[in-house]
């Protein structure tokens, strides 16, 4: 009889993920921005964004220039245009005027975003909404603050950031130094759709340096 021959174990290795390192205050904006749904972020590398309503020349100026930053810093392709079921649809209108379903009960709200994702974090489908009749200047920054909102990222406490919670220490419209490392870290692979807060504080390594809470 010949006897049975056997064929040798297969093994896989994987090479340990390189630690996600931040400053003290990317640390906790991150931390702070998963509080309330832990990472809620697409899944695809490309989205579609579609402008509705009365938007301005300038409106659309903002709106494609803040796509850019952001869709480099977490590694995405946000195409704004004219596309039959976008990711992220944009409308410019006034606030009496919005859907039901995006109307806030706070006044003084001048931009909503309202999405929609998976049990796994994934977002599906996202919907702004930005008042049409307030100033350039404040609709400049609302397109921002909610653009930021429509990748998952939620408020943070650091007065210069742009997705700061609430009205006070506007700090205009551009992205801080602290914005884009927010953004980047939010999409970094390392943090896996669907981690909570406290998952996201155990993933992040601290190190001296980096973006801080200044202006």
């Known amino acids: 009889m010949v006897p049975p021959t056997s064929q040798p174990a297969t093994t896989t290795t994987t090479a340990p993920r390189a630690p996600l390192e931040v400053s003290v205050a990317v640390d906790r904006a991150v931390t702070e921005a998963a509080e309330a749904n832990g990472i809620v972020r697409w899944s695809s590398d490309r989205l579609t964004a579609t402008v509705e309503g009365s ?11 803040a796509a850019g930053e952001l869709g480099q810093a977490a590694g995405l392709e946000i195409d704004v245009g004219a596309h039959p079921d976008p ?9 009496p005027t919005w859907p039901d379903d995006l109307q806030e009960i706070t006044d003084h709200v001048l931009g909503v975003t309202r999405s929609t994702w998976a049990a796994d974090g994934r977002l599906e489908e996202v919907r702004v909404a930005v008042d049409s009749t307030i100033g350039q200047a404040a609709r400049n920054r609302t397109i921002v603050h909610e653009l930021v909102h429509a990748l998952g990222v939620g408020h943070v406490t650091c007065p210069t950031s742009v997705v700061l919670g609430g ?49």
């Open 87 to 95: 990711d992220i649809r944009l409308l410019f209108a006034p606030r």
């Open 55 to 65: 938007a301005t020349p300038r409106d659309l100026e903002i709106l494609s220039a």
């Open 167 to 215: 009205g006070d220490g506007d700090p205009g419209w551009s992205l801080s130094p602290l914005d884009h490392d927010l953004v980047a870290t939010w999409y970094a692979p390392q943090l896996a759709p669907g981690t909570d807060a406290v998952g996201v504080g155990a993933e992040l390594v601290v190190v001296p340096g980096g973006p801080d809470c200044e202006p």
